[in-house]
């Protein structure tokens, strides 16, 4: 679609654990998928806001009603306040790249926002029900597609992208994907944070952690394969700072991911015309926060070997891969295919 002064084209991944956007202004942001609202009189005179959203939020949670508003890609169910919140982040967004809410010179805004390959077409409604007021135009798309579109990886590729709440698979074959071509796991990074936390608790019974502690450590010595060195984090034992080795706990929870992960891998490929499976096993694209995990290429591309041979890359910059490509897509989309699409 052409573009005017008019009209702002942007991307949004909305992410369970991380949001980014990118604009056609040439702004670009990432916030944690947090919002908090004061829980009493004495956390509003703190805070000094209504509302607030982001890496704030989480750092101060506990004086918040805090929310993580998305789960396994999409909005809770049966939550107003979540759809709320997730009004919050995308208001938020929105802001950071220029645009004031209701300004009366705001500019047109065309969003092309990133879901789960499978999402429901229920929550694909509620999150267009959200975005009322927020953007004049509204395109919801498979994220791995984003990633795809972004990246030009239009013909004989397949995109996974791993974040937080998902793992979600494109076959692109030149064409829009449909459902045949997609696939969505719970198996991801919320998971491996899930399995770690037993995993530790088990082993060290005494041990005080939150999930938040437990998902900085994964973020930081996340790793499948054979480990760079010792996983060594600090944290109390009955109230005393006390170095703990995770170690093994950080491989079998990061690596609770690659069976189900493989199998769908498999099950797409075996479903490309054969002429053309070779092409797409050597071009296997990992994105997403999870995709960074110290290996994992790797261990896709051993698991490729044993098909035949393949090669697994990971994206340059996971982090905005899927909100640049919702920016192509938005730019490149002419008004029919905002009219076919945003029913989709």
Same mark, same amino acid.
């Given at each position: 679609?052409?573009?005017?002064?008019?009209?702002?084209?942007?991307?949004?991944?909305?992410?369970?654990? @991380?949001?980014?956007?990118?604009?056609?202004?040439?702004? $670009? !942001? %990432?916030?944690?998928?947090? #919002?908090?609202?004061?829980?009493?009189? %004495? /956390?509003?005179?703190?805070?000094?806001?209504?509302?607030? #959203?982001?890496?704030?939020?989480?750092?101060?949670?506990?004086?918040? *009603?805090?929310?993580?508003?998305?789960?396994?890609?999409?909005?809770?169910?049966?939550?107003?306040?979540? =759809?709320?919140?997730?009004?919050?982040?995308?208001?938020?967004?929105?802001?950071?790249?220029?645009?004031?809410?209701?300004?009366?010179?705001?500019?047109?805004?065309?969003?092309?926002?990133?879901?789960?390959?499978?999402?429901?077409?229920?929550?694909?409604?509620?999150?267009?029900?959200?975005?009322?007021?927020?953007?004049?135009?509204?395109?919801?798309?498979?994220?791995?597609?984003? %990633?795809?579109?972004?990246?030009? /990886?239009?013909?004989?590729?397949?995109?996974?992208?791993?974040?937080?709440? +998902?793992?979600?698979?494109?076959?692109?074959?030149? @064409? !829009?994907?449909?459902?045949?071509?997609? @696939?969505?796991?719970?198996?991801?990074?919320?998971?491996?944070?899930?399995?770690?936390?037993?995993?530790?608790?088990?082993? !060290?019974? =005494?041990?005080?952690?939150?999930?938040?502690?437990?998902?900085?450590?994964?973020?930081?010595?996340? !790793? #499948?394969?054979?480990?760079?060195?010792? %996983?060594?984090?600090? +944290?109390?034992?009955?109230?005393?700072?006390? *170095?703990?080795? &995770?170690?093994?706990?950080?491989?079998? /929870?990061?690596?609770?991911?690659?069976?189900?992960?493989?199998?769908?891998?498999?099950?797409?490929?075996?479903?490309? +015309?054969?002429?053309?499976?070779?092409?797409? $096993?050597?071009?296997?694209?990992?994105?997403?926060? +999870?995709?960074? &995990?110290?290996?994992?290429? *790797?261990? #896709?591309?051993?698991?490729?070997?044993?098909?035949?041979?393949?090669?697994?890359?990971?994206?340059?910059?996971?982090?905005?891969?899927?909100?640049?490509?919702?920016?192509?897509?938005?730019?490149?989309?002419?008004?029919?295919?905002?009219?076919?699409?945003?029913?989709?």
């Amino acid at each position: 679609m052409e573009e005017s002064t008019d009209n702002l084209c942007v991307g949004i991944d909305l992410g369970t654990s @991380r949001s980014s956007i990118s604009a056609s202004n040439g702004e $670009r !942001y %990432v916030i944690d998928s947090y #919002v908090g609202w004061p829980v009493d009189m %004495v /956390a509003r005179k703190l805070v000094k806001k209504q509302v607030l #959203v982001g890496r704030e939020a989480l750092d101060n949670r506990p004086m918040l *009603e805090l929310r993580r508003p998305l789960e396994r890609g999409i909005i809770k169910e049966g939550s107003r306040k979540d =759809e709320e919140a997730v009004q919050e982040i995308l208001r938020h967004l929105i802001a950071l790249v220029g645009l004031k809410h209701k300004s009366k010179n705001r500019p047109k805004v065309r969003a092309v926002v990133g879901v789960p390959a499978e999402a429901f077409r229920v929550s694909k409604q509620r999150l267009r029900g959200v975005m009322e007021g927020i953007a004049d135009s509204v395109m919801l798309v498979s994220e791995p597609f984003a %990633v795809a579109y972004g990246m030009e /990886a239009l013909l004989h590729a397949l995109v996974i992208d791993i974040g937080a709440g +998902t793992a979600d698979f494109c076959v692109m074959q030149g @064409r !829009y994907p449909t459902e045949e071509d997609q @696939r969505t796991l719970p198996n991801a990074g919320d998971s491996i944070d899930e399995q770690l936390s037993k995993l530790v608790a088990e082993r !060290y019974p =005494e041990a005080q952690f939150t999930i938040h502690m437990i998902r900085a450590w994964k973020e930081k010595w996340s !790793y #499948v394969g054979q480990p760079q060195g010792r %996983v060594m984090i600090t +944290t109390p034992v009955k109230g005393k700072a006390t *170095e703990l080795d &995770i170690t093994d706990e950080m491989r079998v /929870a990061c690596e609770s991911i690659l069976p189900p992960l493989t199998e769908t891998m498999l099950d797409l490929l075996s479903k490309v +015309t054969p002429d053309y499976q070779e092409n797409v $096993r050597n071009n296997v694209i990992l994105a997403g926060g +999870t995709s960074l &995990i110290a290996g994992l290429p *790797e261990a #896709v591309q051993k698991y490729l070997g044993e098909l035949g041979g393949g090669r697994a890359t990971v994206v340059k910059d996971p982090v905005f891969a899927g909100s640049d490509g919702g920016l192509a897509i938005a730019r490149d989309a002419s008004p029919s295919d905002w009219e076919k699409l945003s029913l989709v």
